[in-house]
């Protein structure tokens, strides 16, 4: 079946830890985006990526990074500038066919201890 | 850039009555608009999205949303909610091409039996 898989679902870490979040698509699209959900302020965008080897910033692109090497992957990289990264993150790839309508993962939640 | 405002935070509703999630939207050209709902714990789904031509649209599950220019509102409405309905919304608004996507905060609806 088409779709995004966003691994891990849940990831624990210790503070001063760098932590890779993995998002994958076989939906054949060139947009994909991170965006980060906290209780109370909707998504942020983190980054975004309309086409392989390209990314850009979005509101809260402080203390993350991102790589877009192949069309299907668009892992994030949670660092530890990051100062509160205790989130539930959401990948997310559109056709970028100026429907603007995306597709979800089910999310990774990350726990800083 | 755009932002989306969702004035209500949380909503209680009875099973059968009827419900609106208000959304207000800020841009300066005509935007692209979209409902998404979010199950506890998951990623997000499509409800349903304007784009242009007639200002009501309708969606999934029964779901419907009426756009106004004059008010910058793309309220979403539902004439009878159900027990599964509950859940929480977001509304969006895209510029073009999905790149600059922004959520509201979202609106969480409880449905009393």
């Known amino acids: 079946d088409g779709g995004i898989t966003q691994s891990p679902k849940y990831l624990f870490r210790k503070e001063g830890q760098n932590v890779t979040l993995s998002c994958e698509q076989n939906?054949?699209?060139?947009?994909m985006y991170w965006y980060r959900q906290d209780p109370g302020q909707g998504l942020r965008l983190i980054y975004y990526?309309?086409?392989?080897?390209?990314?850009q910033k979005g509101d809260i692109a402080e203390g993350y990074s991102v790589s877009r090497e192949k069309k299907e992957s668009f892992p994030l990289t949670v660092t530890s500038a990051q100062k509160n990264p205790t989130a539930f993150y959401l990948c997310?790839?559109?056709?970028?066919?100026?429907?603007?309508?995306?597709?979800f993962g089910e999310g990774s939640r990350l726990t800083v201890l | 850039a755009q932002s989306v405002t969702q004035p209500d935070i949380h909503i209680t509703v009875s099973e059968g009555a009827s419900l609106e999630l208000r959304c207000n939207y800020s841009?300066?050209?005509?935007?692209?608009l979209f409902w998404y709902v979010q199950s506890p714990g998951q990623g997000l789904q499509l409800l349903l999205k304007y784009f242009s031509g007639d200002t009501l649209v309708q969606g999934i599950k029964g779901f419907e949303a009426e756009f106004k220019r004059s008010q910058s509102s793309f309220n979403l409405r539902k004439p009878s909610v159900h027990w599964s309905d509950a859940a929480e919304y977001f509304c969006?608004?895209?510029?073009?091409?999905?790149?600059?996507?922004?959520f509201g905060a979202g609106t969480r609806l409880t449905v009393k039996p």
């Open positions: 990526s309309q086409i392989v080897n390209d990314f």
């Open positions: 969006a608004v895209g510029a073009f091409f999905g790149s600059d996507m922004r």
């Open positions: 997310a790839s559109g056709t970028g066919a100026n429907t603007g309508e995306l597709f």
């Open positions: 939906l054949n699209h060139d947009a």
């Open positions: 841009y300066g050209a005509t935007p692209y």
